[in-house]
């Protein structure tokens, strides 16, 4: 009886590997052949999935997003509704979250140089940023009583500001423990919680 394979899965594993050697030996050097030997199958066996090592990529951002998604959703399942809590889950906090922030930092290294490339990362953004949108309605109740520029700018700001301590984290790992990550996340939406609170009286007051 012919094994039956499970080709979504298989997908996600070339992805997942993909994940690991862009993360390991930069974006340029995970080439389509070194994801398959990595993965453990022939790279006509990835072509059969993907046709290029774009396609790859797109995969690998996609469960990454997927992944984080479901941390997320774990957290709010739990009944865990600290945001810190919440959005420290896409910070590279243990190994596995490291390795998926080194990956979009390699990424993000290639976008600028890259057309097929900037498209590819304003789609993913835009997921993105309506995943952390999603965060701010379940985690921070105060912000659905903000008005929708200062909604947006907080979102910015905080998505900015997860980008750069992931940067500084992945590139100077021994000088950003996960706790200090986590104080300094707590720290900023601390600031950024008076700012919008701020914003929001003065246009009552104007109003």
């Known amino acids: ?3 039956i394979v499970d080709h979504a899965k298989r997908r996600d594993e070339i992805a997942q590997v ?3 050697v862009v993360a390991a030996h930069g974006f340029e050097h995970a080439t389509v052949a070194r994801i398959a030997r990595a993965a453990g199958y022939t790279t006509g066996m990835v072509a059969h999935y993907f046709d290029s090592k774009q396609e790859i990529i797109l995969a690998a951002l996609r469960l990454m997003l997927t992944r984080i998604e479901a941390r997320l959703t774990r957290r709010h399942e739990l009944g865990e509704d600290d945001l810190v809590s919440v959005l420290s889950e896409a910070l590279p906090l243990d190994e596995q979250r490291f390795t998926e922030c080194a990956f979009w930092m390699a990424f ?3 976008v600028s140089a890259d057309r097929n490339l900037r498209r590819l990362n304003a ?3 835009r997921e993105y940023m309506r995943l952390y949108a ?5 985690h921070w109740p105060a912000s659905s009583s903000w008005p929708k520029p200062v909604r947006d700018q907080a979102l910015r ?3 900015t500001f ?8 992945v590139t100077s790992p021994a000088d950003w423990p996960p706790a200090t990550q986590v104080a300094q996340l707590r720290l900023q939406l601390g600031m950024l919680g008076i700012w919008a609170k701020g914003r ?4 009552a007051a104007a109003g």
């Open 108 to 110: 993000w290294g290639q």
């Open 157 to 159: 700001s905080v998505v």
């Open 18 to 20: 993909a994940c690991q």
């Open 123 to 125: 789609c993913v953004h």
């Open 1 to 3: 009886m012919p094994k």
């Open 162 to 169: 997860v980008n750069g301590l992931t940067a500084s984290a």
């Open 200 to 203: 929001h009286s003065r246009s």
């Open 134 to 138: 999603r965060c701010f309605v379940r």
